[in-house]
């Protein structure tokens, strides 16, 4: 196929995803923003008042854009986990096997779908933050670029659980016990300056704790880490989970007999 | 040029089954072809290898020669398959899924749209477009699979029991459409257990069993192979006990029909001129059975009769 057809081909996949967000927004948005909401008000309201400040700010303003960032990885992950292991389960995934779509495309085209999810979340949880606090962004593009790598980052790692997954339980298991514990250790709540020295070097090796510090940044200016390393982290991340999943689909890995 | 060339092709399953044992198949450009077997033989392997869902062990693969090994992308997009199972996006409208499909083929959206239109009309479902595919009965979700195969105008078209659990109205105006179609230059491989399906809409025949292709011909010349064919007749007159014809072998059914097995070496005439000569007036007769049937269970038997002699 030329390269104009595997355009058309991504393209194609890109609105099937995005019609699928929307047609079924009440499991994909309602949930997250009434999470967050409920976030907003016991940990920054009611909890949050009697913590005080935090790096200098308010602790509802401090944890927002941690929370924001958790909706956008969720969301991310979700989406994509749950459209292809659902075209796998329902076996519709063959209709891009048998296609001569590329690789590329349907990588491309599932990571959209995601980034989109996550974004719309992110974009209303930010929203909800705006009833509870002031929300500050002291750089546009750092808080932008951080939320969009991120967001790809984590719907490329819901690809290559969608892909290895054989049932149901398989998609759960690595949100429940992998990302669920990371994100909630990853700097969302808290400062790692708080933490003893073990714990804060044990946290470093917590790739959400980069995203999420640099998201902080981008909105608030203050981050427990260096914002360069935390590019280069999530940029590795980026390119590697896509390698990775080029080989995956190649190999016809849980997806050809 | 073939439109499908299968060299030497082997399957091992992960679990250590060996579905395919060595096939080696060539389809002509514009033949309608039947694949034919018992159930595990292993027709559904042979086309999930062609359309790129099963990885092969061994063997090659070309599709109007183009190498599924080197130029899996031009193969591709000259098949079109209709599988066996429903693979359809239950909760996506009909016409949806057929645009997508174009798209997945690099078909531009007015240009799909235009197509889908089509291809659901031929297969009576435009009517049905904004539905999703959920709601769609049993017999409308296979011709939605089959819009779905034709959308981008396939050379060779695979169908892999395209009519299972379709009523016979809905199957009839499909063999006539996929009559059409193969008329206007589509090569067709399809496999089927309603061997009637496959004689009368294929050219060519080949049998798999156990993952080998036993068998491999013309339709025609296929059928003068069998050996008897076994006839139901309706007499005239009821009938008090078995007559003794010449030469056949005669069951009574009830008192107006009797089963009569004519072998390859008689004709009806002959069948005729001995019924008439007992005193029996025939007002009807029909096939017991499809003569195509008839082979596939006498192949097969003695396959496995050979292969149990071999064991004990």
Redesign the interface.
């Known amino acids: 196929?030329?390269f104009?057809?595997?355009l058309?081909?991504l393209?194609?996949?890109v609105?099937?995803e995005v019609?699928r967000v929307l047609?079924i927004w009440v499991q994909t948005i309602v949930p997250p923003v009434i999470t967050m909401s409920l976030y907003f008000v016991i940990f920054g309201n009611l909890i949050g008042r009697r913590i005080g400040q935090m790096e200098g700010f308010d602790y509802m303003q401090y944890i927002a854009p941690g929370l924001i960032m958790m909706s956008v990885i969720t969301n991310s992950y979700g989406n994509v986990v749950s459209s292809f292991f659902g075209?796998k389960f329902?076996?519709?995934l063959?209709?891009?096997?048998?296609?001569?779509?590329p690789t590329w495309a349907i990588i491309l085209g599932h990571v959209a779908g995601g980034v989109l999810r996550g974004l719309m979340v992110g974009a209303v949880v930010t929203l909800i933050a705006l009833f509870f606090t002031e929300v500050h962004i002291v750089n546009i593009f750092i808080t932008i670029s951080v939320v969009v790598l991120t967001s790809v980052v984590f719907a490329l790692g819901g690809l290559i659980n969608a892909i290895f997954a054989q049932k149901f339980d398989d998609i759960s298991i690595i949100p429940a016990f992998v990302l669920a514990p990371l994100t909630y250790l990853g700097g969302v709540f808290y400062s790692i300056s708080l933490l003893p020295p073990v714990a804060q070097k044990i946290s470093l090796m917590n790739p959400i704790l980069y995203m999420v510090n640099a998201f902080r940044y981008g909105m608030l200016g203050v981050s427990d880490i260096d914002i360069v390393r935390a590019y280069v982290i999530i940029i590795v991340f980026a390119v590697g989970l896509f390698g990775i999943c080029m080989v995956l689909i190649n190999k016809?890995v849980g997806i050809?007999? | 040029m073939y439109a499908l060339s299968i060299r030497n092709l082997v399957k091992v399953y992960a679990n250590g089954v060996m579905a395919l044992r060595g096939i080696d198949l060539d389809v002509a450009e514009g033949d309608f072809f039947a694949l034919l077997g018992p159930n595990g033989a292993g027709k559904t392997t042979v086309i999930g290898i062609i359309t790129a869902l099963v990885t092969k062990s061994v063997g090659e693969v070309e599709v109007f020669g183009h190498s599924i090994d080197g130029d899996l992308d031009a193969a591709k997009a000259c098949l079109g398959v209709v599988p066996q199972e429903l693979n359809l996006n239950a909760f996506d409208r009909v016409e949806n899924i057929i645009v997508n499909q174009a798209g997945f083929y690099g078909i531009a959206k007015k240009r799909a749209q235009f197509r889908a239109q089509e291809c659901l009309e031929q297969m009576h479902l435009w009517d049905r477009r904004n539905e999703v595919a959920r709601n769609l009965s049993g017999g409308m979700k296979r011709r939605l699979m089959i819009a779905r195969a034709l959308v981008h105008s396939p050379r060779l078209l695979i169908l892999d029991e395209p009519t299972a659990g379709v009523d016979i109205e809905i199957r009839r105006s499909m063999w006539k459409f996929l009559k059409e179609i193969n008329q206007a230059g589509t090569t067709i491989i399809l496999t089927t257990h309603y061997l009637e399906e496959a004689e009368n809409l294929c050219r060519h025949v080949a049998i798999i069993d156990d993952g080998r292709l036993i068998q491999h011909h013309p339709m025609a010349e296929f059928l003068r192979t069998l050996r008897q064919q076994t006839y139901l007749v309706t007499t005239m007159d009821p009938i008090a006990e078995i007559p003794r014809l010449e030469g056949f072998v005669v069951g009574q059914i009830n008192e107006h029909e009797l089963e009569i097995e004519v072998r390859r070496e008689s004709d009806l005439n002959d069948m005729f001129v001995a019924l008439s000569a007992v005193g029996i007036r025939v007002i009807s007769m029909r096939n017991k059975t499809n003569r195509l049937e008839e082979l596939f269970f006498d192949l097969t038997e003695r396959k496995n009769a050979v292969s149990d002699e071999g064991i004990a």
């Open positions: 196929m030329q104009q057809g595997q058309v081909s393209r194609t996949l609105r099937k019609s047609r075209a329902q076996r519709h063959e209709e891009m096997l048998v296609a001569p779509m016809g050809r007999e």
